[in-house]
């Protein structure tokens, strides 16, 4: 399904919209398609679907569009601090 913004709008208190190439890039320090769940270059707000608990594998960009990691659910919501929440 899709994330429903007006969901993660109120969740952060300000209106969302799809950001471009060049603030993921400022925001978080890495290309789009790339962008790892942490090591960020600036602090962001993580918000977690709360289905991705139910899988037993995640995979995570892991700093490149070519690069990729394995983890956990748990391990997920443990290394980002984030929020797990329904975002459909």
């Known amino acids: 399904g899709r994330v429903d913004e007006q969901r993660i709008a109120a969740l952060c208190g300000e209106p969302v919209e ?3 190439a ?3 890039r400022s925001a978080t320090g890495f290309v789009i398609g790339g962008v790892p769940p942490i090591g960020h270059a600036q602090p962001l707000n993580t918000f977690i679907d709360q289905d ?3 899988l037993d594998t995640l995979w995570a960009a892991a700093g490149h569009p070519k ?4 983890l956990t659910p748990d391990e997920l919501v443990r290394m980002t601090g984030g929020e797990v929440v ?3």
């Open 67 to 70: 690069a990729v990691f394995q």
């Open 86 to 88: 329904q975002v459909r």
């Open 52 to 54: 991705l608990l139910a």
């Open 18 to 20: 799809k950001p471009d």
């Open 22 to 24: 060049d603030f993921v």
